[in-house]
């Protein structure tokens, strides 16, 4: 019975379409992941009219856009002089030149001299002049898929081989000797003896192989001042600047396109959200030339593949008692059509993942509840209430000793732990909702996975927020050292996750953490039908702002002398400073983690600084601060602190009073 409605409703599912952006979003890791640059093809060429472009001819030639079409004289003379196949635009000249006539007549003149294709729409085609000059002209109206990504391309603009060839096909159909017999079916494109595979909506699937860069790539400007440096050194005269060898276009097709911003051609894709829309047609051309396009599963395939998955997940969950056993043969199952989709890939088939993995799932999921029912309700709760923020170790202990749980706390020594991200309200303005809860589910399990491991509790998430403990509800004696290499290794995370972040967000995020020791109430707190394990008290609100003080010192990291003396007082810290926070009438002494690149001088000489700052002396502070604030922001912080202050307050003690929370 599991079987059956884990089958039917998977195949429901795809064939309502309900899957369709669970399978795009496979679609384009697949393509991401697995694209493979080496198979590019070596025939192929772009010229790209990218931002350094257009400000070179605005600053040397004083020429906005529209470009004049001289630009494009000197680009078809460099392709006509390299021996290139032909020089394909993926530009469109609907309206004649604003230098006039004789700027279109000189290009058209420029096309006799190497094949030349123009880029068109079905209903709007270049001006006269041009179109007749041209080689051919090659449809660039594309639509993309239901979700705005561009996966697929229409061969024919009318569906059919009577209608305007796409732009990536017309010059390969143009050095055909004879011209190649074209026939059409629901699944397959026939051209001459090139076999374009089609998918339910007859459009051929796209095998990107990477960004533009897999193929050669020259700006615009490099090429047309390449052209006017070689007639000049062909006269005779003296030229400087670099001079591109011509035979980098030699026996290539010549795509030109734009990548700058302002030029409005940049399309999501697989592979990328920004890709220029050249890249569409010569992925086309690629594709076709080395027989490289995706073949789409045959729906038939697609249910008969479900079922295998759904039969086997059944038979072998079924003798597995232990849900945690059965939960993780489950994501060994999921290498079965995980493999599967993986390896019709490398072979150029679109295999579909969401509906045997919905399926398998299902069925899973059926099986769990059926052995659900022999575990008892009091270990069900348990383990459900405290999955999300305890280790499975800790669960396990719980699950033995319920009765560490009753309603109600206790007072205990905790080492509490709180981060933030920095400037996150703005970043998070910038991403639509999609994206945002994407990037915080990635890094909350990230930073989560570190606390977990070394034996934490997570007390709760609060926005981009992390509030943990250590020492309760099981007690660890060396809960000040734990939550010490917890912060130090979330920070050593978040930097390997930098170049990933800067990619998904646009730019650098980071993380501040608070770390002290001290006592708090610690239990269920709520009431006998609803309750949330946390924790109450002094301690809890000091670490909370230390978190807040790293923006004084402009460091990442910060942990009271409490939490440092019970850890062993780690070489990774050392002592920044003495703070009084609101509310709060103790100073307490803080540190921070010695930059990477101190050398034992160098920790010395902050050691001294720091102390001289405290005694009062600011002038030989400042000067130490002052050796070391090029590379350690936190001496940056405190020589400018020195600098504002200028002369020590008439009270001082070395103490930095701070007037917010």
């Not at 694209?35 to 590019?40: M, T, V």
């Not at 062993?568 to 400073?577: C, D, F, N, S, V």
Request: net charge negative; glycine share 8%; aromatic share 10%.
């Amino acid at each position: 019975m599991i079987a059956v409605l884990a089958f039917t409703v998977s195949v429901l599912a795809h064939a309502l379409g309900w899957l369709e952006g669970m399978e795009h979003s496979s679609w384009d890791l697949r393509a991401r992941l697995l694209a493979d640059a080496e198979q590019a093809s070596d025939k192929i060429a772009l010229i790209m009219i990218d931002q350094p472009s257009l400000d070179w001819a605005k600053e040397v030639n004083a020429t906005g856009w529209p470009w004049p079409r001289e630009f494009y004289v000197m680009i078809n003379a460099f392709a006509q002089r390299a021996g290139a196949k032909g020089v394909i635009y993926d530009l469109l000249f609907l309206e004649d030149s604003v230098y006039g006539v004789g700027d279109d007549r000189n290009f058209a003149t420029a096309m006799q001299g190497i094949p030349t294709y123009l880029a068109s729409y079905p209903e709007h085609r270049p001006i006269a002049e041009l179109r007749a000059a041209s080689q051919a002209l090659g449809n660039v109206s594309q639509q993309p898929d239901a979700d705005g990504i561009y996966r697929s391309l229409q061969v024919f603009a009318t569906g059919d081989q009577q209608g305007l060839a796409t732009l990536g096909l017309v010059p390969w159909l143009n050095k055909q000797s004879t011209p190649p017999a074209i026939s059409q079916t629901d699944t397959l494109l026939l051209i001459g003896q090139k076999r374009i595979p089609l998918n339910d909506q007859g459009r051929a699937l796209l095998n990107f192989h990477g960004s533009l860069d897999v193929y050669p790539t020259f700006s615009a400007a490099q090429i047309i001042q390449s052209e006017l440096r070689l007639r000049e050194q062909a006269a005779g005269n003296t030229v400087e600047g670099a001079i591109l060898d011509p035979v980098e276009l030699t026996d290539k097709y010549v795509f030109v396109g734009s990548d700058a911003p302002g030029l409005f051609d940049l399309r999501p894709t697989p592979v990328s959200p920004v890709y220029p829309g050249v890249g569409i047609h010569t992925t086309f051309l690629d594709n076709l030339l080395n027989d490289h396009f995706i073949t789409q599963q045959p729906s038939l395939h697609t249910y008969l593949f479900s079922m295998t998955c759904v039969i086997l997940t059944v038979l072998i969950l079924s003798f597995i008692p232990s849900i945690l056993h059965a939960a993780l043969l489950t994501l060994v199952l999921l290498l079965i059509p995980l493999s599967a989709v993986v390896f019709a890939w490398l072979n150029q088939y679109g295999w579909n993942f969401s509906t045997p993995t919905l399926g398998l799932l299902l069925a899973a999921s059926g099986v769990f509840l059926s052995n659900y029912q022999l575990e008892g309700r009091e270990r069900r709760f348990i383990r459900s209430a405290f999955q999300q923020y305890l280790s499975p170790q800790v669960i396990e202990q719980l699950v033995k000793n319920p009765a560490a749980l009753q309603l109600g706390g206790e007072r205990r020594e905790l080492s509490i732990f709180f981060s933030d991200l920095e400037g996150f309200s703005r970043l998070a303005e910038r991403l639509d909702p999609r994206e945002l809860s994407e990037f915080l589910n990635h890094y909350l399990s990230e930073m989560s996975d570190i606390i977990l491991a070394s034996g934490g509790t997570i007390d709760k998430y609060e926005g981009d927020a992390i509030i943990a403990f250590w020492n309760a509800p099981l007690a660890c004696d060396d809960h000040a050292e734990r939550a010490v290499q917890a912060g130090l290794q979330c920070q050593q995370r978040l930097q390997a996750l930098q170049p990933h972040y800067q990619q998904w967000l646009g730019g650098f995020i980071n993380a501040r953490i608070g770390i002290h020791t001290g006592t708090a109430v610690v239990g269920n707190m709520g009431s006998s039908k609803r309750f949330d394990y946390t924790m109450l008290g002094d301690a809890v609100n000091l670490a909370s702002r230390l978190e807040g003080v790293n923006k004084v010192f402009a460091s990442r990291l910060l942990v009271s002398e409490q939490t440092f003396r019970q850890a062993g007082e780690p070489r990774a810290l050392h002592r920044i400073g003495t703070i009084q926070v609101v509310g709060r009438d103790t100073p307490v002494r803080v540190y921070a983690p010695v930059p990477p690149h101190y050398t034992e001088d160098q920790l010395e000489l902050f050691q001294q600084a720091l102390t001289c700052f405290e005694q009062g002396n600011f002038i030989t502070a400042g000067k130490g601060f002052a050796t070391l604030m090029a590379d350690d922001p936190v001496a940056s912080s405190l020589f400018h602190y020195i600098k504002r202050q200028s002369t020590p307050p008439a009270d001082w003690s070395g103490v930095i009073a701070l007037t917010q929370k």
